[in-house]
């Protein structure tokens, strides 16, 4: 499987994400600046987690209208699979590629734990190898965490089963909508949550649960 | 040409940061402060000395950058001259 990671000014979690993409899917992810206007020719781009443009004007407010992004509309409604992550779900969102806004957590403390994930989805691209229900554990690390769509919207992601992650029950770390963690665009190629599952994949990090979710990527390119 | 661009959250949406400020307000004192709510304020200088063209431009840059309409609503005021 070939992936590229965009890299924005201020992105710090970039290296996380192309380590993880290379031990998992053995091959070398492309890093592409986010100058650049075209993409290489990749089954999975990902938008790593950080602080673009240090946060300004709102998170992944100016990252969102960078000059990579037309590209990556261009190849979202190619039907290439995009995952953002952290910082890369908020500029999504910015971007228009996903329904909703990031907005700062409801107690406004930045906040870096593990917490429980329910997967809410898992006939998903990118959730495919957990089992629907399951509770696995995965870093977070954020200060605008908090989900916010409006009426219309969290009804459609509701109904149509696009809410793919849930913060499970009590350990909601951010005052998200539904304790939605992450999710997914109507067409199912265009991904985004804020937990870093490229931050659980090796017995180092206590876990290996994130690992399954790059399988399952994986799974759905071969 | 010179304007002032207000970015308010919209009602219902949820303000942590105006409530945090409410609490320090009444920590200090300050009775009889029945809300906060709190939003950003953006001048930007124009070349353009149409007036309405200025608008319509501000008012793209509002729609494309400088607000998000999912949670913000934003106002525009052009200086008289």
Known sequence: ?222 | MKARIKVTLKNGVLDPQGKAIEGALGALGFSGVESVRQGKFIEVELREQNREKAHAALDEMCRKLLANTVIENYAIELDEK
């Open chain 1, 1 to 222: 499987m070939k992936s590229a990671v965009i890299v924005f000014p201020g992105s710090n979690r970039e290296r996380d994400m192309l380590y993880a993409l290379e031990l998992i899917t053995g091959v070398k992810p492309v890093a592409v600046w986010h100058t650049e206007t075209t993409l290489p020719d990749v089954d999975l781009v990902v938008l790593p987690g950080g602080f673009s443009y240090g946060d300004y004007l709102r998170t992944g407010a100016i990252a969102g209208r960078a000059n990579i992004m037309t590209d990556v509309a261009r190849k979202a409604k190619a039907g290439t699979r995009i995952m953002g992550v952290c910082n890369g779900f908020q500029i999504l969102c910015e971007a228009g590629l996903l329904p909703g806004v990031l907005m700062r957590n409801a107690q406004l403390k930045f906040v870096c734990k593990e917490v429980g994930l329910e997967v809410a989805n898992a006939k998903t691209d990118f959730t495919s190898k957990y089992s629907e229900g399951q509770v696995w554990h995965c870093p977070v690390a954020h200060g605008d965490g908090n989900y916010f769509a409006s009426p219309e919207d969290l009804a459609r992601l509701e109904g149509e089963g696009q809410v793919v992650l849930r913060y499970a029950k009590g350990e909601n770390p951010n005052g998200s909508l539904n304790d939605i963690a992450g999710i997914i665009n109507d067409r199912g190629n265009v991904f985004g949550m804020m937990p870093h599952p490229e931050n659980m994949i090796e017995p180092l990090n206590g876990a290996t649960d994130g690992r399954v979710l790059f399988e399952s990527v994986l799974e759905a390119v071969a």
